[in-house]
């Protein structure tokens, strides 16, 4: 069993910067792909960016450019968020595949104002 606690969101004006991190309650991060997704009210849960086991990365067309995810190798991953625009306001979560399940975190608030 995994625990994943993301933090880091709030309310931050267009243009600014957050840092999400999600810690695991072990370290699977390392050897496992994980990712970010975003939910939006009314709308779907989307990928915004993932990282394989061998550190590769893929992005949303959306946030190319402007965000970044990266991991450390124990149990920590991070998701830095630059140039946010309004459209990015949504819950974010940390997602984790080990073995044959899927981990979730519970989700933390970014909100962008115009």
């Known amino acids: 069993q995994v625990q994943l606690v993301e933090s880091g969101g709030g309310l931050v004006q267009a243009g600014g910067s957050l840092r999400l991190s999600c810690v695991a309650s072990r370290n699977i991060f390392s050897g496992n792909g994980s990712g970010w997704y975003r939910q939006a009210p009314g709308k779907q849960r989307e990928l915004v960016a993932h990282i394989s086991s061998a550190g590769n990365t893929k992005y949303a067309d959306s946030v190319k450019g402007r965000f970044t995810i990266s991991r450390d190798n124990a149990n920590t991953m991070y998701l830095q968020m630059n140039s946010l625009k309004p459209e990015d306001t949504a819950v974010y979560y940390c997602?984790?595949?080990?073995?044959?399940?899927?981990?979730w975190g519970q989700g933390t608030q970014v909100t962008v104002s115009s």
């Open positions: 997602s984790a595949v080990v073995g044959y399940t899927t981990y």
